[in-house]
Nanobody, 120 residues
Framework: QVQLVESGGGLVQPGGSLKLSCTASGFDFGRYVISWHRQVRGKERELVAS????????RYEDSAKGRFTISRDNAKRTVALQMDSLIPEDTAMYYC?????????????WGQGTQVTGSS
């Protein structure tokens, strides 16, 4: 059974840090690009960061650059998103997503999400 399970969300004060984790099972993890997306209720889901199959290439949405770090451990089938210097605008549900851009007909997978909430 294919699963992407996110964890690590929570309540954090401005300037604080959180580390999200995504654990995968049921598919060939090392052949998938993994990305983190976030969504605020009533708004479209947006890409935050992505990481290539081997972890050698990472990309970030502009507001995440310099504050967030994405990494992966293919042996453990996990992807992490280290979030530092959090701001209220980072409040959202964060989702893990797996795809193979080189094989667009292969299935794509979403996790159920983990909530990140910035406190005032």
């Amino acid at each position: 059974q294919v699963q992407l399970v996110e964890s690590g969300g929570g309540l954090v004060q401005p300037g604080g840090s959180l580390k999200l984790s995504c654990t995968a099972s049921g598919f060939d993890f090392g052949r998938y690009v993994i990305s983190w997306h976030r969504q605020v209720r009533g708004k479209e889901r947006e890409l935050v960061a992505s990481i290539s199959y081997s972890g050698g290439v990472t990309r970030y949405e502009d507001s995440a650059k310099g504050r967030f770090t994405i990494s992966r451990d293919n042996a453990k089938r996990t992807v992490a998103l280290q979030m530092d210097s959090l701001i209220p605008e980072d409040t959202a549900m964060y989702y893990c997503y797996a795809e193979r851009p080189s094989s667009p007909n292969t299935p794509k997978y979403w996790g159920q999400g983990t909530q990140v909430t910035g406190s005032s």
